[in-house]
């Protein structure tokens, strides 16, 4: 069974750090391009992050250019999403997402995607 589950989201103050994790079972990570999207209340959900299977090469929404970071280890069939001076804007559920279909080039948008996990909230306030 094809599976992707979120995990780290939190409770965070405003300049700090959260690392989330999306745990991919029932198919090969490393054959595949991942992305991560997020939805704030009240709002359509946007791509933040991206990384394509075939060479890691990524993108990002340009308001966490410099913040956030994505990557995968394929021997722990996971991507992260490793976020760093966080503000309220960044409020959100954030879901990561897949086409499972070989190496789609980066940023794929959400219509696209195929299976996704149910989110992880993270909330930044003080």
């Known amino acids: 069974q094809v599976q992707v589950v979120e995990s780290g989201g939190g409770l965070v103050q405003p300049g700090g750090s959260l690392r989330l994790s999306c745990k991919a079972s029932g198919f090969m990570l490393a054959r595949y391009t991942i992305a991560w999207f997020r939805q704030a209340a009240g709002k359509e959900r946007e791509g933040v992050s991206c990384i394509r299977s075939s060479d890691d090469s990524t993108t990002y929404l340009d308001s966490v250019k410099g913040r956030f970071t994505i990557s995968r280890d394929n021997t722990q069939n996971t991507v992260y999403l490793q976020m760093n001076s966080l503000n309220a804007e960044d409020t959100a559920v954030y879901y990561c997402?897949?086409?499972?279909?070989?190496?789609?080039?980066?940023?794929?948008?959400?219509?696209?995607?195929?299976?996704w996990g149910k989110g992880t909230l993270v909330t930044v306030s003080s």
């Open positions: 997402a897949t086409d499972l279909t070989f190496d789609t080039t980066c940023p794929i948008p959400s219509y696209a995607m195929d299976f």
